[in-house]
Every structure is written in structure tokens, then in C-alpha cells.
């Protein structure tokens, strides 16, 4: 029999549903008071069957806490011109507060482009290179990415301590890794980048008090990357074997770790939220500029 988990599970379920609820709240407010609603256009380009699941579930919570939203869908072989065209159309809608453009994009279309293209007053998702200069700069009036927001948002929910902590960011990428790593800055954690080429990755890993992984890599962090008492958020989703596995060995990493994520039912329901929340704040934000 193996030991039962001794971690604290950082609950995502939980935690997202809270912030929902506080948003529907909201948005019934505006109802009420007849106000226009915020609205969030989502764009899946391609038929990846991970992005379908992952669109179709930012539509419907949209649906659920009375925001409007829109799901696009283009067939594989849209080019990227014809995608421009979608956005440019998107960015003069007032009507539209929020353009997703749901990422990996097929390869003939080049994200940097796409992304550029998109009105940074509508970027739910932060990643327009004004914005994430506005990120890197630390002014709060750009959306932040919504998983590494959520990431935030649960470690303050459970009250994890960050200020003089090390954190340790596996992964680079800008939708998490880099922004994860300013946002936990931003909050005077210490902060180390780790990716593929690291040198000696476990020890690196032990110094960590919040150690985030997201590289896509199932497993890959066991006990033996875990400070005693540590904060561990997954951010990894994979498909092993037919089931969802994160970046985390749950089983052994449970074991070693203070708190620490599922997978799923941790992360993957934090960024949905953020991303409504983030609608809801680039909404706000277009109605103080009329
Ligand atoms: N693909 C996986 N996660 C995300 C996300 O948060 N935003 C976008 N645009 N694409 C994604």
C-alpha cells in the first residue's frame, strides 16, 4: 500500500467557480441595469481535437455566467490572410471585447503575425507584443495571460507565501512560462527559468519553495525535484495512454510536496475563468473610454 498524500490539493474546481460566481454577479448587474454585455469571439483555425475541447468550454462558461460569446471556426487550410481579415473585422466591432485566437495555430500561419494583428485593447489574452511589454514593464492595465493569472490567483486563494520565496518556472514559452515568471516577480518571489537545456534539473528544481511546470512533458517532475513543503502547480496536459496526465507525478510528488495541483481540476479550470475575467476587465476598460 503506498502512504496516503500528506499536500494540501490546491483546488481549481473550487477556486475558478468562486471567481465565476463573482463575475456572474456582475454581469447580472449589468443586465439589470439594461448596460450592454461584454463579449468574448473566440477563433479555432484547424480541427486539433485537444483545441475543440478547450474552445468549447471557454464558449460555454461564457454561456453560464451571461456573457455573450462567439465561436469561429475555420477549416484547416484558412490562410493567413483570410485570417487577418477575421480579426480586422473583430477589431472594429464594438460590439466585441475579447478576440481569442486559440493557439497552436496550423503551420502555414504565423502566430507573431496573427497575434500582432489582433487590437491590444481586445487581447483577453495578453499576448500582443505591446502588452506583454506592458507585463515585462509591470502596468496593470494590460490583460494578463490567463493560466499564469489563474496560477496566481489559487496561490493567493490558499494564501501561499511569495515574497523572498524561490520560485522555479519550468518552461518558457510566452503563454506561461515567461509571464508566470514575471507575475511571480512582480510579487518579490525569486525566480529561476528552467527548460530543456538545464543543467542538472532536479537540483534546481529542489531549491524551489513554488515550483511551476509547464513543458508538456507527462511525469516528468517526481519526488525527487520536490523541496519538502513545497508549493507544485501543474500546468501540464497530456494525453498518456488514454488518460490526462500532467507535468507532476501526482502520486510521488504528493508525498514530498506542501500544496500542490491536480491534474484535472487545478490549473486548466483557473484559466478558463481568467479568461472571463479578463473579458469582463477589457469591457470595463471600453466603457470608461466612451
Ligand atoms: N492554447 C492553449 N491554451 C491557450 C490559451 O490560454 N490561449 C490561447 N489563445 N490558446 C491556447
Redesign the pocket.
Known sequence: MTPSATATILDGKLTSQNLLDSLSVELGALTAQGAPLPKLVVVLVGDDPASQV?VNKKAKTAQKIGMLSQLLTYPQATSQAELLAVIAQLNQDASVHGI????PLPKHINTLDVITAIDPKKDV?GLHPLNMGLLMSGDPSACKP??PAGVMTLLNAYQVPLAGKNAVVLGRSN?VGKPMGLLLLQENATVTYCHSKTADLPAVCRQADILVAAVGVPNLVTADFIKPGAAVIDVGINRLEGKLVGDVDFASAAQKAGFITPVPGGVGPM?IATLMANTLFLYRQAQSRH
Do not use: E
Open positions: 478547450y481569442l485566437v486559440q493557439l489574452d490567463c493560466t503563454i484559466t
